[in-house]
Each structure stands twice: as structure tokens, then as C-alpha cells.
């Protein structure tokens, strides 16, 4: 029920706002024994720092997260696990002059409707800064997969109407090194390089661009995923809907499967030369009735073109009046979100696995 | 986290297989004080019932639900709704020659892995047969949503590549009207038209089709959903990927977003004559941050071609050996199960916005 | 969150009024593969039958329940397990005369006060009738600990303030063979002789007794219950106190602790011959920092006096006016609850410590 | 589920050990719209601070608490609130000697047992330093009854067998000013010397005496807690066995219930002068069938002694070795553990009604 909580077994609680003291996480319920330390945690924090490059918001600050709580002697104990990240860099003064203006693809109206109090202040609790307490906690979750042999991945299909062919996923190490080879998190160069001129023509004109994001997993075990309300897309389905600025989400052959006949799209099992059962193809990708097969699992999530952009609009204040928006100057934003969202995306992808492996810890007597 | 209940504070917990002796659902969390009749909820079942026409399956069987607990003198009392379902037109024998064949698209393998055992009688646990549970759940849901003013529909919006026009959602009591004089339940009747050529023309051939289902709900308070991992969203995604068949979830716009500029996407804010605030268009779908602008909210749903055909398939036994897969005689299947899933979406949606009213109820001192 | 529902990982919804057409209970999480048929349910719905004695009230209905889902082949399938236990003879009619009176020491008032609405035909869903549904569940949870070498018993201690003297636990099979045996459920022959007779002096004055119940559980392993707020002592507190007419709980030296001093009251740690640790003696009652040291579990439970009396009472009408409150002739009540409470407590016990067991499963990596 | 969370609406997770770098709590839950500030809670936790006496240890570390979000110009704004708590006069070093014995009535066996590792300085996360952050948040929960009327209120009835006469709880504000008036918190300054006296003399042996506190609301309108398993002293008696050292529970007329007749039991309805209705006595302790009257809500909690003791103790050490505990010299300890829970127990207390009140906002239509 609490609205700051996501997962089940393997559970987190965010907390902070964007111009407030700090943001953090707390992990509950990460079984002890897992080595863990602050290097681990940084690295992925670093993946979705702002200022990596001219596709990406200028914002300066360095995310450091402290381990306050749930590791000793650098391994977990049980205990929650507390992360916490200081806001260094927040200068809001800038968004003073426009708090009473609604700002149009943000969440300022709807707060304001439900709480009748906003901290403006970079979107306050709406700010996409929250994420990165998923990602410090998407840190732990990655390391508890890797033990047992699952490793995730997420990457840049698509920008601006512009596609990458779609990958092999079963050399998922190779794919996510080339992702993160790249300035836009596109693993595919040729690609990339088109979405980058895209990006850059759509800057100059003050607008911004949509995307969508793959997520992958493989080595996960046939079983993981409860066969009703908790099947695994459906986890994921809410998962990746709990981002800012998703508007969609499909697995395997997704909404293609609507236009598809059963013939098609069925995909057969047969036995390799082990006498392992799988199946020939994986349109489903990667799960029957809500459970994982054990072929890899792939979707997709598409994400809105950045709200923030330099172009006037038009709006009205908190009391009805019309008005112009225009940004702060000096405000950061990003020119395509989907970018920066890959790690979000791969972290979510991994707190999800990790609370269905627990979970199946529960299924046979 | 058990796997069987769905919703927070509006919350039901489903039980049954497709041929046990019953299947159900407990309701805990309606408020007291709802009028409510099993007539009520009966005509709801009914929409969802096999046999209405050549393009769903011919199952016989009546639904009939007895209202266990929880109303007294025509109204809910705050107690826990129980709703019984007896399954009576169930003959398991025929499912007997294929009980140990993997099912093309069917859940008997990841099952099997999770549990070791499978009641395999007309799929158990994974029959779409659950979903009756959750109609007669979301009649109370409905009823529940129009105490408050608040009104849904789904309908299908497209078979086989046959797509109808975006229709207007304004007027959804028009809609709908329209939608259950349907056949296939599509409001738009050219389009359906042809829409039931194509299933004939698979049906014919032993195949099926999949197809895209629209929901909608008008009538919404802004401050529905909450601001981080309950956004109305992320709950609505979970909801509809936890129907079997589902592939994909988008709201509003969706992924045509991630085709879109920022300058475009953006819905701009306006006053009406009466001094009301909203947005001038509405391809967010209803809500911005995850919480609702009192806009109308629409999303639309991908489903797979039924994966039960009469076209024989390869698979694999249970123990690995080759066979080849064929459907029982007599046994029932839709060509396409996305007709069916109309009245289970619109119940799915129900649950979703009956449990967001009441938790906004907790927002504000 | 949902008030119907105990339980985190091993999880009951019961569901049910005294009056209505049914009771019954969903379990949700029972893992799969467990072995249970429906003589193992009815052997336990039998203990807390009505008409045994001449100590408990002579309601003649004989409960019997149906398995509605989730076993299959005598084996339970990870799927929910519904138990349906019919309402027979409920003649509701005699409630008509006292319906507008508040019942001393009954929960109309407060029902009346929070949902403005009283199914008041037996008490409706604040009769004892719900805890039928928890005994079916407890005989599941009994047969699962069984599976895993843990025991459990509860008895009755202490009724009108005559006490039994402390039994031996470690033998727990042979307590609660004699338990069974006795018709007010007292291991102790002596002390039972003497509760008979204060239950037969109160029961000739229209009167009713409180009495204490023991529960106890043996062949735990070390590390049940979770560090903070899930400790087993809180579980087990929580589980007690949700039982109608309880008024207390402690565990192991309880109130008697408050009066000890520390050296008095420490267990001191020793290993046996086979170098296995254990505590010498177990003041602690089988917990330290609310995890299970693997000695003997045990706690007690105060039930108050029956509220239902012969004798008259003051009341007034839930309009205020005042009223003298008599029991419709025929009514069934027991003159001292807490013998039929010994199976409802015992089965709390069981799920209580089949949750602990299936949570153990998740501490370590 | 996850262990480290309380509360349903009004929800609660902390972390942190004892000799880590911070305690800290996010709660979950409270509305919008509450005024709060640093000082306030910064005043509760001052209460529960060691070393304001002979009578408990002398810990000089002052606990300040840093709001890290939810807070905006001075109230809450529905985002989850998280309060740090910098763990500063930590020294570790002096456990090491004892980091391999099992302490007597401490939790180090049983965390060993169940995760394999126990962060043993100062008792990690089982030291009774984690409630501080319950009392942190509790000064919250306190913050938000008030502005419904409710106030609460905790304090010494007992230690080492000498007991005050039962108070008067009508006057709830004068109470708790006579007992923040007492060094031991006990509101009966003859029975306060005479327990005082007794701390000294077990002091001097080394040794430590057990207590009972009390705990006491006004108030609460009728309504409050759910019929069935979230009854309001279920919830009280998982909130009071939760806290480190406590034994027994019991409301309102407790375990003396159990020795009374129903005819002096029951409290017989009445109407006032203004013609609203209340029960003459309070023997239920302020609820009938789980929900609240209106009555005062009185409840009393068994704190055993204090496990620390100077004595020396037999023990093992974690390889089963005999050995002989003795503490660390100038480790801190209290001669009576329930002097220093007099904040805490208050705390839980306002917890589980501020759940309760927003619960209650969902009974009706």
C-alpha cells in the first residue's frame, strides 16, 4: 500500500525531493551474506549522472551514496539497508519566479489537486531525481542476481522515430558493453549516430525528442513470476509505468502480437541435444502464463519527449490566468529522457527479478 | 504480496480452476453503506459469457453467483464480500490424452518448473476462467465508481490489423451503449464488420487473431493515483498485463509518443468560461505524474491470437519427446480472445479507480 | 492492510457472518505439494464443535467444509486453497426483539458507530462462528509444520481462577492427547474436576467464567520470527488479541518477569553432550530478540467472562433509551469461552508459525 | 511484510544499527497539510535520552534529528518523511572481547543462527537504539492525533514489584505533566521514591528489576480498528511485543478478566445528560469487538530486567565453549530497561492510532 514502496520480498522505500537536504532508499528484506560495497553502488549511480555529454542536462553534481545501514564488514546482514545521496547542487532560488505558473506536461496541477501544497522547487518529489535512489538500490539487486547467475540489461532502441535493428540478446555482457560504450546508450553505432543528429537538430530549435528503451535479462531460471496477479510483466508492466514520462510498455511481440494469428505466434517447445525442453522461438518473450521459461526475457518502454523545453507555451497560473511558460535560464534539462533512463530502466528490470527469485523460494513445500 | 489478491484498500483475492468445483473472490475493503444485488453483478457476468455468437466459444455453462457475506438488507455492511461461481459444465475427461504434452503458448510448462504438479483440467489456475471472479469483483467496482460519478468502457478498437477510428470519449454512456449492442463488442460497426469477416476467415483455416482492446473512464476528480510507484499508470499497466493473453499497455498518447516532439506532445493548460482549469488537448491520457487531471483517461491494451488452435503444432512431451500437438475434440476456444476480454478489462479498470478514490481519501489533513 | 486478512507469506482471508448463507477462508500461499484431504480439516472443525459438553453451548450444526480449489490429486498445487464451510442452523428470527439494543460487552454499538450499518443476526461478522474459517486454515498450517517436525497444543490453564500447575512441554504430543481427551479441554484431570464445578455454580446463576489458555509449540528450528517488528512474540500477540474476548498475552515469565531481577531471569547458555547450544532454562518462553532459540515456545492467553448472560442487564436502545437487556430464549452461549477457544488458539499458533517458516526461507542468500 | 516496516496507512520503516553510522526512519503516509518542525520532534526524543538520571545509563550522545523530506515551509506535503539520526558517541572497540560470547537474554545466538552474521557492536541492529526512530516518528503520529483531539500518554505503574494505585485517565494532560515531572517517568511520586529505592539497591548488587508500564488515549471517537484481525488491541499488542525487553500485554481489565464473572465484567450502556451513549464502566480498556467505544483506551505492557548485568554469567561462547560473561567496562546499561521505554511506548501508541484514524476514513461510503 505505502506509495514510496515498490517490491514485495526484496522491497524498497524511496524518499526526497530534488532541491530538498538529500534523497535515499531504504532495502528491505535483501537476504544477508552479499557482499556489497560504496564502489558498487557508485558505479551504477555514475550511468545516469547528468553532464555526460551534449545529449544529456548539464547539472554538475556528483551523487555520492553513503551506506547508513544492513552491511557489515561488507557484506549484508539482513537488516535494512539504508542509502543516502545529498542534494550538493540545488540552486533554487531560479524557480521562484515561476511557482505559480502550471507547467504544461508536468505534475505541478495534479499535486497542487491532490495535496494542496507543491514544493516546486525542480519538481520536488515529481523530479526525476528520485530515480536515483532506484538506481543505488537497483545496485544491490544487480549484485544479488549476478550470484545467481542472472545478468540484466538495458539500452536505446529507438529515438525520434529513428530504430536500431533488434539485437541478439543472448550475449547480453557483449551488448551491454556496447551500450555503455556509447554517448546515448545505443548499442548499435550506426544508429546511434542518426539519433544524435536528431537530438541535436530538435536542441536547436529548443524542442525535445521520444524514445524507447529494450530491457533484457537472461540466465534466469524457468519458475520466476506468480501465475495471477503477480505474473512477471506484470511486475514489470508497473514497474516501468512507475517512471516519470512512460507512456507505454510491451513484452516479447507486444502490440506486433495483435496483428499476428495464433500459428504465428505460438512458439513450439522441442528438447536440444541435453534433453532440455525450450521453446524454438520466444516471441513471448521470455515468459507463458506470467512465469519465466528460461529464454531470455525482453520488452520495451516508450518514453514522452521531454516536457521541459525552451520553446514558449502557453499555460495558466495556479488561479486561472493565462500565461506564458518559459524556463528558468540556467535551467537543466535533457534534450530525449529516454537516454538517461536506461539505467533506471535496467535497475527496475533488476528489483523485479531479484524479488521474483525470492519469491520462488516459496513455491514447493 | 500474495499472489492471488489485487488492490490495496479496494482489494480482492480470486480462487478456483477452470475444472474444480467453483471458482470465486473475496472483497475486503468496500466501504458500508453500497446498495448492491446479485442481479446486479449477474448482468455483468453475462457479458463476459461464452456462446453469445459464432465469434467466441461455445462453452454452455451459465454463470450463476451467490453473494456469500458481507451485504445485509440489500447493502455492503464493511465486511468482507465473498462471491461464489460454481463451475457445472465442466467434462475434464477429453483433457486426459493431453496431459502430459507441452501446450503451444500455454502455462503447463512453467508451471510444471514452479510447482512440480499441474492441474491440468482445462488449464486450472491459468484458465481465463479466473477472470470471471474479477467481473463479478469489478460489478461492485462499477457500482462503487458511480456513487461517485465516475464511469468506464472498453471496447475493442481493433482485430487482425482491422483498426477502428479513435472514437470520442466525451459522450462514454453513448459508447458503450454502442459497444455492448456489438457482437464483438466494437462500437464502430464498419469496422466490425469487418473485423468478424477476418475471425471467420481464420476460424476457418484453424487459426486465430489477436487484437487491441481501448479502455476509458470519464467523470474522474483530479488526484486520483499516487505521485511515485502508484501512479494511476503503473497501476492500470499492472492490472491489464495480469489478464492472460496480454502483451502490451500504453496510455494516452503511448508509443506514438516516443515519435513526437516536446512542443507537440505537451498538452497546454487553458481555463473555460466557468473558471475551471484543463489541458487544451489530451494526449497524456488523463494524468500527468502518475495522478489525474480530470480529463478523460484512456489506454489501450494488446492482446495475442488465442494460442489454443485447431491446426496441429509441434511440441515436446513432459519428459522431452517429440509429439505432435492437436486440441481435444470438443474442447472450447475463441478464435479471438480479446472479444471476451472486453467486459475483464473494463472490470480491471473498475478495481483500479475504486482503490485510487479511496486512497485519496487519505491524502489531505 | 486488508482487515480480513492474516498473514504474510502463509495467508488466510476468511470471510463470513454467523447468519449468512456461508463462512470461509482463502489461503494464499501454501506452498505446493503438501498432502491434505478433507477428513484432516474436518478432524480439526470438530474440536471447536458446539454441543460437546454440557460446558459449551448446544448449537447443533455440524460444520462440514468443502475444498472449493487448490488441491488436486490430494495435493495442494501453489494455487489459493478456499475452504466453504455452509451455514445450517441459523434461525435468525429469535435476534428480531433485541435488535435495537446495545448488547453489554457485544460490538453492536461500535459496528453501528463505524459502518452505520449491523448485520445483528447472531452477532454477524463479529461472532466467534469466523473463527471456524480460521481453524479449517489452521489444520492446512498444522499439516505443513507436521511436514518440517514442528508441533504445536494449546489447553486451558486456568478457568474462574482455579489454575492447573505448570505442565511439562517437552512431551507435547502426550499434553495434548490428555488435552483432547478432557471435555473442557484441561490436561490436568484435577484441576478440570474443579473448573467443572465453579463453570456448573456460575452456569446455575445465569453466570459466566474468564479463564487462561496455554499455547505451545516444540521441534522449532532456531531463527523463526524477524529482528524488529515482525518478532514471533508480536506475531503471536497479534494473532491472540484478534481473537474475540481476549484480553492478554504473554510469553514465557510474561507479567511474572516484571517482578525478577535480571540475574534471576537471564536463561544462561550451555551445550549438551552432542556440543549442540541451548539455553538451560527458558524463562524467555523460546525467543530472544523475537527469533526462535529452538527451546519450547509458550504464552499464555486471558479470556474474558462470556458477555452473553441469563442474567439481566441495563442497556440502552441505540437511540439512547434506557432498556433491560435479556438473552432471546434459546439463544446458545457458552458459559466460559475459553474452552472452545483452545482449537482457535492452537491454530493461530500453527499459522502463525507457518508464516515464520516460510519467511526463514528468505534470510539468507 | 518486510519486517523492518510498521503500520498499515500511517507506515513506518527504519533502519540502522546501533554502532553504524545513523538510525533514521521514512514514514510513509501522513497527509498533507501537517504542520511540523525539527523542534518538535527533537523535544520527544530528548525523553527518551540517556544519562538524564541515576536511574538509567549514562549514553551522553545527544540525538539530533535531521528532516530529510516531506517537509515544505513548515508542513507535510503527502511525499514520505525521512528523519536521520547521526549515530555520534559510538565507541565499538570494547566489544571486541566479547564479540565471540552469547550473551545471556540477548539476541546475538539467534541472529547468528538465522542470518549467519551479527554485527555484535553494541547489539547492531537489535540494540534497543533503533527506537529512537520509532519516537521520532512517533512525535509525527502525536502531532497529527492532536489536531483530531486525541492525546496519549504513557508511564511507570511498576518496578520491581511496587506498584502506584490505578490513576485516573480522564485528566490525560495533568497525568503526563506529573510524569515528564519524574525522574522515572512514574506519576505517583510516594510509589516513584519507593521504586527509585529499589533501582538503587539492585544497582548496587549489579544486578536489574523488571516493570509494567501503562499506556492511555482520550479522545478517540468511536470507530476506531478493524472488526476481525487489524482489532485495535491486536494492533496495540503487536506494537508493544515489538519492542526490545517486553514479556505481556494486556488491555483494559487483562489478565484479571480471566478470574471474573460476565455479570461484573460486562459495562452496561448509559446515556448522559446531553443524551450521548457510553458504557458506565471501562473494564474493556476503552473497546468492544476490536473497535473503539469513545471510552478511555488503557492498556498495560511487561518489561523484564534489563539482560545487561554487572554480575557475571555463565555462558558459551558461539563455538559452544563455557565461559563467563562479563559486560565491557564502561558499557551502558540501564538498571531497569522500563523506565527509558516510557517514550517509546507512548510512541507506538500514537502510531497505531494515527493508522487507525486514516483506516477509519475508509468505513463508509
Redesign the interface.
Known sequence: ??????G??F?I?????SH?????V?I??C????PISTEEIQAELSLRQAGKSPYTSPRGEKDET?????V??G????????L?IRNRDADSSKYEPIKDL?R????N???L???????YRGG???SAR?TAARVAAGAIAKK?LA?FGVHTCAFVS????IAMPPPILKNLAALRKKTLANPIFCPDEKAAKKMMAAIEA?KKEG??????LQGAAVGL???L???????L??????????L?A??????????A???????????????DRK???HT?GNL??G????????APLYFRV????????E?P????STT???ATFRLPPGSRHDPCV?IRAVPIVESMLALVLADAL????????
Chains 1, 2, 3, 4 share one sequence.
Open positions: 500500500m505505502p506509495s514510496n514502496s515498490f514485495s520480498l522491497r522505500t524511496t524518499f526526497g525531493e530538498g537536504p538529500a534523497i535515499g531504504v528491505d528484506g537476504p544477508a551474506g552479499l553513503e551506506i547508513l545501514s544492513g557489515f564488514e557484506k549484508t546482514t539482513g537488516a535494512p539497508i539504508a543516502l502550471l504544461p506536461g508536468h505534475a496541477y495534479t499535486y489537486q491532490k495535496y494542496g501544497i507543491f514544493d520536488g518529489r515529481s528520485e544479488f550470484h529507438e529515438i525520434g522515430g530538435a524542442d525535445s525528442l521520444g524514445g524507447i531460471p524457468a519458475g513470476g506468480d501465475p495471477v496477479y503477480q505474473k510483466e506484470a511486475n514489470l508492466a508497473y514497474a516501468m509505468l512507475s516519470p512512460t507512456k507505454g510498455f510491451e513484452i516479447g511481440s507486444g502490440f502480437a495483435a496483428r499476428m494469428r495464433g500459428s504465428e505466434h505460438n512458439d513450439t517447445f522441442e528438447t534433453g532440455t525442453i524454438a513471448a518473450g515468459t507463458l502464463g506470467g512465469i519465466s521459461t528460461g516508450a518514453f514522452k519527449p521531454t516536457s521541459s523545453i520553446k507555451q502557453k499555460t495558466v486561472g490566468k493565462a529516454a525470492l519469491m520462488n523460494r516459496l513455491s514447493k513445500i
